[in-house]
């Protein structure tokens, strides 16, 4: 390679991480979601030796599903402990070696460092797949890919050599796709992406002798990984611990299903998640068939059968979300990214001669406009919409009230929950204080998920009894009942305090000197008329406060504008008040009494 050609590639390589970085940048901020919490549980709690047991009996189901993954969580978790950003880095570095293995599965394939520039930038951060980049607990599918890549690089590399595979080298390929089968079960399709490419690269004769000949040669790499599939296809289908046993996972083959997920996938990609109808998934396959058939192009056959053929794992069972066909993606933006880049060589052909400073030049032309393009308005939509992360803030928040309450607990210690912020059929409460504490002996008990309330008898047993209101975390004592407190709501961590066009308080949108804010409240008393206890403020009329309520900002009294019962909510209220003047910009404390009782200070921005 020249020297302009290695300071181009650097250059590329370079502008594409330095793109994905910036996109991913605010993913090293977000905390555990409760399904991190969940994985993280049993690599954690189990024994060393049933995680290499579970690793090495790939093709047997075990309570330790997917324990390649299994093993990544426990080992960070082992050094790290009970903090997101190792982990999130870790993630990150994962991913970008998956953009680094698309650009070289995608050089290896198309012969073009243009397509491969192309594939890898557009593969490495799609908006429709945010969970992905943000979310650790999708390591399942980021370690699949690049396990995936791996012995596919590995194979093409030694057959682009015009050489059969060695034996270590078939050796070290059905090992890494054992780690990409433990990391994710949709990695099972790589022997089919093998065969796929010897017929496309590397037509094989139909003379009988070749037939015969052609699994111990040329497809070699396909039968023994083939093998390997089979094996695990048979065992991990069977027994009690089989993922297959779950309603989620078991595969109904059928046409109507191929295509009723094919259609969500595509509907969630390409149209706003508005599923496609069964009748243009056909035509658009049919069309790209059609298009890859005539233009003669290897790259466009394989790209073609590749998204074909990647998802099928995931074809036959409930659809999932678009995050979830991170390997198949590879097809998609690989067939995308041949087509513009040889449309554009076919277009400016005529127009220059100098064929190879041409494709130089109009190489990153196309890589600088992609670039422009996309980073910001990628970067504007922002990554809001990753949904499995939303609750981190909840996970953060309760795991650091608990924690300023006791940084440590005795060992075997028996905790009691009379509310708190998570769904009644998960377990996230119970990993969360036995991870964060690294301890598994302490008792974690929820009302919520028993269904009933213990009696009076029963609660002493407990070392300690929480209540969670408001956002609050509070420790209760005998008679077992909350003191009644007046302070604002937390959401996930955060005060809702809104300004009056019911945008939150938060440090990119901060209250302002003389601003009446809206705060959501609890514990203010009663209102004019009265509502009995246990039941919603009604929507009309507004109820006002029996008695008034002050609010100080900072320890400076303010104006309180309205104070009513929040229509339709249970002991909860709405207050206006007016930040001061003269008070002082930064992070203010704000204060609620009522009834003679002043609530804890909540803290909001102010500019």
Known sequence: MRRADRLLLLATALLI??????LMRPGFYVYFSPDDTMNLYKPWVSPVSALIKANVLFFWSSPIYRPFAAAWYGTIFHFAGFHPFPFHAAYFVI??????????????????????????????????MLPLYFDTAYVYDALAYFCYFAALLLYLRARQCQRLL???????????????????????????????????????????????????????????????????VIGRSRGPESLMSLPAYRPVISWGRFLLSSGHFLGDVFSGGRDWAGLPVLALWIGLFAIAWAAKSRVLKFAWLFLMVAPLPLAFIP????????????????????????????????????????????????????????????????????????EGPVVRDVAEQLHALY???????????????FKPDRWDLVFVVRESYRDDSITVRRARQLGYAPDESELPSYDHVFSFRAGQLFELRHPWRRTP??????SSGM?????????????????????????????????????????????????????????????????????IGWPEMVDTYRVDFCVPQGTDP?????????HGVTGPPTPIPLR
């Open 17 to 22: 991480a330095i793109y994905f970085f910036q």
């Open 166 to 232: 060695r034996i270590w080298e078939l050796a070290v390929c059905c090992i890494v796709f054992v780690c990409a089968l433990n990391s994710k079960e949709i990695a099972v399709t790589l022997p089919a992406a093998l065969l796929i490419y010897e017929l496309v690269y590397h037509r094989p004769s139909w003379r009988y002798r070749e037939i015969l000949l052609w699994p111990v040669r040329e497809g070699r790499g396909v039968l023994a990984t083939g093998l390997v599939a089979l094996a695990f």
């Open 95 to 128: 991913l970008l070696m998956n953009v680094f293995w698309t650009y070289a599965a995608a050089r290896r394939l198309s012969g073009s460092r243009e397509i491969a520039a192309v594939t890898a930038l557009l593969a490495s951060y799609n908006p429709r």
């Open 586 to 594: 930064g992070i203010v404390n704000i204060q609620v009494t009522a």
């Open 407 to 421: 940084p440590r607990l005795p060992r075997g210690s028996r905790l009691y929950f009379r509310d708190d912020p």
């Open 319 to 390: 659809p999932r979300g678009a995050s979830q066909y991170y390997i198949p993606w590879f097809g998609w933006v690989l067939y995308g990214s041949a087509m513009v880049v040889r449309s554009l060589e076919y277009l400016t052909r005529r127009v220059l001669r100098d064929g190879i400073a041409l494709a130089r030049v109009r190489g990153g032309a196309v890589l600088v406009a992609l670039v422009l393009v996309l980073y910001p308005y990628y970067k504007k939509k922002g990554w809001s919409g990753a949904a499995s992360v939303s």
């Open 485 to 490: 407190i007046p302070m604002i709501v937390r």
């Open 495 to 563: 005060p809702e305090v809104f300004h009056q066009g019911w945008i939150p308080v938060t440090a990119a949108s901060p209250a302002r000197v003389g601003e009446c804010l809206i705060a959501k409240a609890i514990d203010l008393g009663a209102t004019t008329p009265p509502v009995r206890e246990g039941k919603a403020f009604p929507p009309t009329p507004l109820l006002p406060l029996a008695s008034p309520v002050a609010v100080r900002v900072n320890g400076r009294p303010t104006q309180v504008a309205l104070q």
